[in-house]
């Protein structure tokens, strides 16, 4: 009995590893969501700036399949997607800040209402295009993006559910997941830039994206980030010291390539069409 009353108060050491793994999800979060500033920048500044010019053509000059001058469905799906590409980038990060959640608890539901519904908008409006459009790329990407949508889809239900059961921190671990896997896009640039930062060069990728590289990253993008979450969240849950040491190595490692992802997809996506 005595041991289990000892075994569950925290000690000085392990309360200081619970502080240091809270300081590493911290700094990735903080380089992420710079990372994420850029992306919603480049969605603004290209697709929002030449829309505001009346010259929505040179959408075309980076879709893959790109806008088609009757009314159609196809456009409906990308112009919505498009637009609500910004909103859930910029919105995402906001659900974290622990002052906006005591705070301005109202704006949290709010925003969190939004969020979920912008990802159900994203989701099924990239559904559509893969099949009725066809793939961006080959049939592999296709099948990581249908992955990508479905575990946004389960994580946004998951995060909604709990939040409305009041299962606060089970919502808490959700809203974790669904971050992540609405991220599996943003990820993919970064995953991208990385390959080709490490290999000066971008061996295993193909024009047709149906390369051994391709094909590892289509799947990577949104599971390799829930990996790494899951790692953290089981991490946090623990009393073990060395498992939350574990996850704090992780998250310093997962900030070190998302700090080099950043800058390559800055310089390989974002920044030519600026
Ligand atoms: C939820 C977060 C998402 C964001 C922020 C996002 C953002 C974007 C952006 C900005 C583009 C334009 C390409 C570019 O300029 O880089 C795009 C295109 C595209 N997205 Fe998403 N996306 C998301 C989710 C998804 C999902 C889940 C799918 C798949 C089911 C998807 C499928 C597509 C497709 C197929 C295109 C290409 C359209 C074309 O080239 O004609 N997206 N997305």
Same mark, same amino acid.
């Given at each position: 009995?005595? @041991?289990?009353?000892?075994?569950?108060?925290?000690?000085?050491?392990?309360?200081?590893?619970?502080?240091?793994?809270?300081?590493?999800?911290?700094?990735?979060?903080?380089?992420?969501?710079?990372?994420?500033?850029?992306?919603?920048?480049?969605?603004?500044?290209?697709?929002?700036?030449?829309?505001?010019?009346?010259?929505?053509?040179? $959408?075309?000059? &980076?879709?893959?399949?790109?806008?088609?001058?009757?009314?159609?469905?196809?456009? &409906?799906?990308?112009?919505?997607?498009?637009?609500?590409?910004?909103?859930?980038?910029?919105?995402?990060?906001?659900?974290?800040?622990?002052?906006?959640?005591?705070?301005?608890?109202?704006?949290?539901? #709010?925003?969190?209402?939004?969020?979920?519904?912008?990802?159900?908008?994203?989701?099924?409006?990239?559904?559509? =295009?893969?099949?009725?459009?066809?793939?961006?790329?080959?049939?592999?990407?296709?099948? @990581?993006?249908?992955?990508?949508?479905?575990?946004?889809?389960?994580?946004? #239900?998951?995060? #909604?559910?709990?939040?409305?059961?009041?299962?606060?921190?089970? !919502?808490?671990?959700?809203?974790?997941?669904?971050?992540?896997? &609405?991220?599996?896009? $943003?990820?993919?640039?970064? @995953?991208?830039?990385? $390959?080709?930062?490490?290999?000066?060069?971008?061996?295993?990728?193909?024009?047709?994206?149906?390369?051994?590289?391709?094909?590892?990253?289509?799947?990577?993008?949104?599971?390799?980030?829930?990996?790494f979450?899951e790692l953290y969240?089981?991490?946090?849950?623990?009393?073990?010291?060395?498992?939350?040491?574990?996850a704090?190595?992780s998250? !310093?490692?997962?900030? =070190?390539?998302?700090?080099?992802?950043?800058?390559?997809?800055?310089?390989?996506? #974002?920044?030519?069409?600026?």
């Amino acid at each position: 009995m005595i @041991g289990a009353i000892s075994a569950e108060r925290p000690t000085a050491s392990s309360r200081r590893v619970q502080t240091w793994l809270t300081i590493a999800v911290r700094i990735w979060f903080v380089v992420a969501v710079i990372g994420q500033l850029m992306f919603a920048y480049y969605i603004f500044a290209f697709y929002g700036g030449s829309a505001m010019r009346n010259e929505l053509g040179s $959408w075309n000059e &980076v879709l893959f399949h790109g806008l088609t001058k009757e009314i159609s469905m196809g456009n &409906v799906a990308i112009v919505s997607h498009i637009v609500f590409a910004a909103i859930i980038t910029l919105g995402g990060p906001l659900q974290f800040i622990k002052a906006i959640q005591s705070r301005a608890k109202g704006f949290h539901r #709010w925003n969190g209402r939004i969020y979920v519904f912008v990802a159900l908008i994203m989701s099924l409006s990239g559904i559509y =295009i893969i099949l009725v459009k066809g793939p961006v790329g080959s049939i592999y990407m296709a099948a @990581g993006n249908l992955l990508n949508a479905s575990l946004i889809l389960v994580c946004a #239900w998951m995060t #909604w559910r709990r939040a409305v059961q009041r299962q606060m921190q089970a !919502h808490r671990q959700w809203a974790v997941r669904m971050f992540l896997a &609405v991220s599996g896009v $943003w990820f993919f640039r970064l @995953g991208f830039g990385l $390959w080709i930062a490490i290999h000066q060069g971008a061996p295993g990728h193909t024009d047709a994206f149906d390369g051994p590289f391709d094909i590892g990253l289509a799947l990577a993008h949104t599971t390799v980030p829930l990996l790494f979450g899951e790692l953290y969240l089981r991490a946090k849950r623990s009393s073990r010291t060395v498992q939350k040491i574990a996850a704090m190595v992780s998250l !310093h490692f997962a900030t =070190i390539l998302t700090a080099i992802g950043v800058v390559m997809a800055a310089i390989i996506f #974002w920044l030519p069409s600026l």
